[in-house]
Every structure is written in C-alpha cells, then in structure tokens.
C-alpha cells in the first residue's frame, strides 16, 4: 500500500526511476565549501557529511556563521560568487550534484530540491503579484496546466483563504504569517523532494510559528518530503526533527537522534547551547551564556574549533578532532565525548 | 493612482511654477542692458522714439505689473513678441521646438539602448576586468566636455572621414513638406527616405554627443542599482526555483534595478532638453538651445522668459512622469 502510494506522488519525470531501498535521498561526503577573503580563504563549510532520507526532517542547529546555511546553499549551487565548493559529493538521489552541468542542475531546483526562506518579505519579488511568482515556478518546470487553478490550489493548502482571490495580490499586501506560507507555498509549487528551509519560522510569532512547522510536519508524513530544517533554535528542533545536526565554525560537532543528543550531549557546544534554554518546566534554572566568541574563520589552527571557549579543554585538543562514530546512529567530534554528559 | 491623487500631485506642480516663472522673469530684468538701446542700437533714433518703444514694449511700467502681466499672459499662453523677431514668441519658439525634441530623444534613447546592457553586464560581471573597464569607461564619458568631444567627433568623423555631416539638421538640397516639424516623421510622412536617411545621418554626431553623459552616467546607475538587486534575497530564492538564468536577471532582476534608473532618465531628458545650448551651437543645429542662446546675447527678455518657463514646465512634468512611472514599476509606491 505504501509503495503504491510513493510512486503516485512521484510522478516525476527523469527522476522517476527505481531508488535503492534505504539510500538516502540527500547525502553530502566532505563538503568544503572555501570564500576567499582579502585576510585568506575562509573555509565556511569544513567536511560536511549529511545524510536525509524521504520524510525524514534533519535539524542543522548552530550559530550565525557556523556554516549551516552556507552548506545547503552548496547543496542548492546557490553558493554566491566567490564562495565556491572546493570538495567533497554532493549526492540528490544517487546523483553528484557537482558534476551536474549547470543547465541539469537548475532544472532540479525547485523540482527535485527546493529552498524556504527566513524573510518572505526579501524573498519574494515586490515587483510581482504572488500569483505570478508561483505560476512562474510551475511554467519553469513545464507543469502550467491550469496554472492558476493550480495556484489557487497551493495557496488554499497552505491555509491562506480565499486563495484564488489573493493570487493578484503583491508581497506587502499579505500580512507577515501568510506571507511566509505564499512562499513556501511557492517553494513547494512543483512538488519538489526535498525542502531546505532556513529559518523559515524565526520572523513569526509563535502561533504561526506552530501552524508553519505543522503545514511541514504534514507534507513530510502525506508526501515524503525530506526537510532540512536549519535554525539556531534548539528548541524547534527537539519538536520537530527526529535527528540533528549541529554546527560550529564550518565543521559539524556533533550529530544523532534528536531525543538523545538533547538529553545526554556529547559535545560542550551542544551542551552549552541546552544550557543557555530556558524551560518552562523549570524556570528558575539559571541559564548559562556559552563564554567567549567563534573563532576567526581565517586563523584557525588544527585543533578543536571550540576549545577556546570550552571547560573541559585539554592539551590535546590542540590536535586533530575529528567526527568520530559513538554509534547508535551518534557522533561527536569531541575528544572528550563520553564525559560531557555525566 | 486614483485620478484625484494625480490632481493632486498636479497641482503641487503649480507652486514651483509659480516660483521659477517669478525667478526668471527677475533675473532677466535685473540684468544690466537696456533691450531697447541694443534694438536700436545701429538706427538714428531720437530719445522720444526709444521712449515710445520702451512703451510700447510695457517695459516703462512698474516691475510688479510687469510681472502680473507676463503671468497672465504666460497662462493663456501669450508670451508677448520677441523683440527681435518681431513675431509671437511663442510662434518662434513652436517653430524651433521639435528639432530639439528630436535630438533629445534620439540622444536619451541611444544612452539608454547603450546604457542598461553596459550596466547589466557589469553587474553580473562584477569586479571582473569588463566591469572595471566599463567602471573608466563611464567616469570618462561623464567627465568629457560636450562642447570637446562634439568638435572631436566633427574632425573625426566629418572632415577625416567623411563618414557624417559637419553640421545641420539635413542637407541643403533635401526639403521636406513640414507637417509635424520632426524631420524624420515628416519625411517618413512624405514618403521620402532618402530625407529620413539624410535626418538620421545628420543626428548621428550631435545625439551621440549629447547622449555620451547620459549613458555613462545611466550605465553606472543601473550597475549600482542592478548589482544592488542581484544579492537580494528575492533573487536567490527566484534561482533556488529553478528559473533560467535569463528570466531571473532580465524579469526578476532588471525590473527592480530600473526602478531609480527610469528616475534618473526621466530627469535627466529634462536636463538634455534645457542644456543642449552647446551641443546644438557646435553642430549648427537649428533648435531652442541655439534659439536661447542668441535670445540671450540680444537680451530678447520675452523670448529668453518663454523659454526658461517652457524648460521649467518640461522639467516638472517629466518629474512628474517618472513618478507614475515609478508607480507602474513599483507596486509598494502605488496609492
């Protein structure tokens, strides 16, 4: 029955061919994404590996400038000039995106991997109606039979009322939560495979919040949309994505299921980031500040990138750290792994 | 826009006419020179004659009626006779007026035609040798003086090579019935395209001329605006949709970066229009800026008032243009 259900909502053209079982939709090997800067490259993405499967939601938690949004966007080919990717495989459905020609590579975006952005404001064209911009991302992968019933469609999905009405309407004339629905409604216009969403809730208040992150959770479970879900909040993340990954200065410190990496971290980044929440079942619990700042992306040396802000640093971990396998699906590039949680 | 907001904007328009028809009509008077002693000046005339010109001119009368007067008349479209002429200004200027016309759209047409693919392409290639190259290109083009760089392309173009006319606006031995006062429409309205190819070839210079500023300086604009645009999120996200290159920098991109660069077009035509008194003396051609700059030395005050205010009026309405431009462009502005 589930089968059967798959290959109707993959009628997908030159995709559309038998997957492995098990082979995850996205997988990234060694990703190292470099911007050159007047005081040397920066590495922004440093040996990224990832992995996210149909239906499957991945949160990418860290801070501003740890490399998670630089890191889809190498996925997307989105990178801005002079970022570019220096290594490592990017593979969408068995695929290596890198070797793509850049026509085949367009042709999957917003078919086959689409990207949710934080400020639908910036995001969509002021100059454009919303209807427009969501026919013109159905036309752009040859699917604008009965694009504006279509469109309608998809603003009515999103819970946006009187869809059809709406669709001559611009940008400012959507309130903010219907807004960030039309784009990703947009987004999501051609039925693509996987949906990157970069903070895509952080602008809204919390009700919408909730009613976007539901919209998700529903096109994962109906459709099997993969998700990257990247945000700097923990939080969200510990509701929505059953694994996480989390970032710092361009290298992933730590990754597993959800549910356990929250209760038992096995890095001080990630730990320190769980400390620095507050609870609503405790809320007197004082909350700790991670110390110090993310080193200079240009100046970093061999070592453990966060030892200059750590607690449990040691004369080794101005050595090579590297993700190491802890296994039940968890890794941590701490040296120290198994004590960080007591 | 709804058509009482238009009024509106119209009338704001009124007050600034207002003022610069008050400026102009001083500071001619307020020039020292007597136009009646420069109109008589190669007669025998007795004192009494000069009296009786001077009112028969209405220029014994006090500075406030005079004003009050011209103004009236300015309303109703009445600009007095030029003194040197002697026809209805306004008859004079009518028939100057389209020469100029032409010559400036020709000029702003071609800087926007050279214009937008330079900045276009700079932009995409920013910081790429063709973007630098354009960047000292432009700074050029807006820093060569008109009156230079036309008798430049003269000597080159005209005397070396034999390529273009020195001068004029047709040859001597091509007339055309005037219909509209537009050589090439009336030549295209005759039937004649020879005449229309001898109207082209003698703008090619003076427009070239005139317009060299304005696509430098356009060319600059719309690289600014448009490089501007191409790190805006909505162009990310139209890429991330899988758009072709061509319709995320052309639709998505170029529209928005036009925004300040019809702005800046449409003022600057009004600037090409009332500042092309050089570009037509050097090419001897036969429009307002020359017609003003003689009006001047003859201190023909009527003729000179005339055509400030005209170039005023152009100047305001072609604002006024490219705010509804603006707004067509622009939904956020549309009221």
New interface residues.
Partial sequence: MRATDDRGAEGRGELNRPRQPNAPLLRVRGLRTVFPTRRGPVVAADGVDLEIAAGEALGVVGESGSGKSVTFLSV?G?L?PPGRIEGGEILFDGRDLRRLPMREL??????QM??A?Q?AL????????IGQQLI??LE??GLAKDARVQAAALLTRVGIPSAAERLDD?P?QFSGGMRQRA?IA??L??RPRLLVADEPTTALDVTLRAQVLDLLDELREQDGLALALITHDLAVVAERCPRVMVMYAGQVVESGPTAEVVVRPRHPYTRGLLESLPRLEDPDRPLHPIPGQVPDLARLDAGCRFRNRCSMAVAACAGPTPLVDLGDGRASRCLRAVEVTP | MTLSRLLERLLHTLPVLFGVSLIVFLMITLTPGDPVEIMLADSRATPEQAAQLRADLGLDRPLAQRFLVFLGNAVTGDFGISFFHRRPVWDVIAERLPATIELTLVAILLAIAVAIPLGVVAAVKRDSAIDRALTALSLFGVSLPGFWFGILLILLFAVQWSVFPVGGRTDFDLEVARVTGFLLLDSLLAGRPDAFLAGLRHLALPAITLGLPTAALLARVVRSAMAEVL????V??????????R?VLLR?AL??ALIPVVTVAAIETGSLLGGNMIVETVFGWPGLGRLVVESIFARNYPLVQAAVLLYAVTYVMLNFTADLLYTA????VRL
């Fill in positions: 997307l989105l801005r367009r042709a999957l975006r917003g078919r689409a990207l952005m400020d910036s995001a969509l064209n002021p100059a454009f109606t013109e991302t752009a992968h611009y400012h784009m947009i987004s216009a051609a | 790190t805006s999120d909505y990310l996200f139209a890429e991330a949709k899988g758009l072709s290159r319709r998505h529209k928005n462009l622009n939904p956020k």
